[in-house]
């Protein structure tokens, strides 16, 4: 008795729509790119973090480095860790962690989605927004990232900001507030775009 429940290999695509479906490996590099980015991120943490190690022990070299890379000025002379570099140290190293995760899903989530998939159904530490990753959800989470992002740059802003002018502080906060509304337009569209795709099913 037959089984009709197999399905038939799909005929092979002709040579032009075929040489247009393998063109999505030209992004490949673009990927391999954003890795060896990360890569410069977890070398930059490391040595902030090194940094921020030796100046809690008295090092001047290390201290005079983290308010170089923060970027912190002061009427004052800094000659010990104080809690305000700390914190800009501390939410600099955050931020990097932040950024590394918007690398993390445009990497697994675009290449899973614009690519190839990548076979991790069932593996242990799948990450669990990869189970339900499209285009759309692909863009709502990459906005909240960069929201996310924002937000660390304006808290970094303000607690430095003897540092900037009125019209830089102004200026960060309408930019984060654009960013909410924009990740808020997209969300909503999303739902109105899912809402009417779940109504066509039916």
């Known amino acids: 008795m037959s089984d009709n429940s197999v399905k ?55 201290l005079q480095s983290l308010i170089t890379s923060i970027g912190y000025k002061t009427a004052i002379p800094v000659v010990t860790l104080n809690e305000t570099v700390i914190m800009l140290v501390v939410l600099a190293l955050i931020d990097v962690v932040m950024i590394s995760n918007l690398l993390i899903m445009v990497i697994v989530g675009g290449y899973e989605t614009f690519v190839s998939r990548m076979d991790l159904e069932g593996h242990r530490d799948q990450p669990e927004w990869l189970s339900h990753v499209n285009a759309s959800v692909l863009k709502v989470k990459l906005a909240t990232a ?16 003897d540092n900037y002018t009125d019209k830089v502080l102004i200026a960060q906060t309408v930019i984060h507030i654009t960013f909410l509304l924009s990740a808020i337009a997209i969300a909503y569209t999303d739902k109105i775009m899912s809402g009417i795709a779940a109504a066509e099913k039916h």
């Open 8 to 62: 038939p290999p799909p005929p092979p695509l002709r040579p032009l729509p075929n040489l247009i479906f393998a063109s999505r490996w030209l992004q490949l590099p673009l990927y391999l790119g954003l890795i060896a980015a990360q890569a410069v991120y977890v070398v930059h943490f490391v040595v902030e973090l090194l940094h921020l190690i030796e100046a809690a022990f008295g090092s001047q070299t290390a």
């Open 146 to 161: 960069i929201i996310g992002i924002s937000s660390i740059h304006l808290l970094k802003t303000f607690i430095n900001a």
